[in-house]
């Protein structure tokens, strides 16, 4: 048997081209995945990127809302401590009698039967007003009374401090 060289030398070149061919193919299909790989990792670094930026400016925004709200919060109590303070004060006053406190009575209100005298002492500055002094257990509940609304109404305005402070973006 004869073994016809011409197709097996036209088996053997059709094979390398085609070996050829593939290994073209890989070459340039390989090249064009190495280029896109590259370009992925760049989005994917810019991406990290920008969310560590993203990250970062909450952390600093989250600080600073922080810090402005523990300086609130001392504000607050300074005020709390402050009126304390008044109110401890001026009931101590009452107590030791340093302070009276003395309401204005109606002189018009003639059905009162009141007959409490319109004099003042040299030291007044309301001439000829009815006056009445009160008792001072009554005065200690009345500064106890004036005590909770000044603590309520400091405790309303940190309130309103603290969720105008959270409510608006920055």
Not at 1 to 21: D, I, N, Q, T
Not at 84 to 90: A, E, K, P, V
Request: hydrophobic share 45%; proline share 2%.
């Amino acid at each position: 048997m004869a073994v016809p060289w011409r197709a097996v030398a036209v088996l053997a070149l059709v094979l390398v081209g085609a070996g050829g061919a593939w290994q073209f193919q890989d070459w340039r299909y390989g090249s064009q995945l190495a280029e896109q790989a590259r370009l992925h990792g760049e989005t994917l670094n810019q991406l990290t990127l920008a969310a560590a930026a993203a990250q970062q400016a909450q952390q600093h925004k989250r600080l600073a809302l922080e810090q402005s709200l523990a300086s609130s919060k001392q504000a607050h109590y300074r005020k709390m401590a402050d009126a304390q303070r008044d109110q401890d004060r001026l009931r101590d006053r009452l107590a030791t009698a340093d302070v009276r406190l003395l309401v204005l009575l109606d002189a018009t209100d003639v059905a009162n039967g009141c007959n409490v005298s319109a004099s003042t002492s040299a030291g007044g500055v309301d001439h000829g007003t009815l006056r009445a002094r009160l008792d001072p257990a009554r005065a200690q509940r009345i500064i106890g009374v004036t005590d909770d609304g000044d603590r309520g109404l400091i405790a309303l305005a940190a309130c309103q401090a603290y969720a105008k402070e959270v409510s608006i973006p920055k």
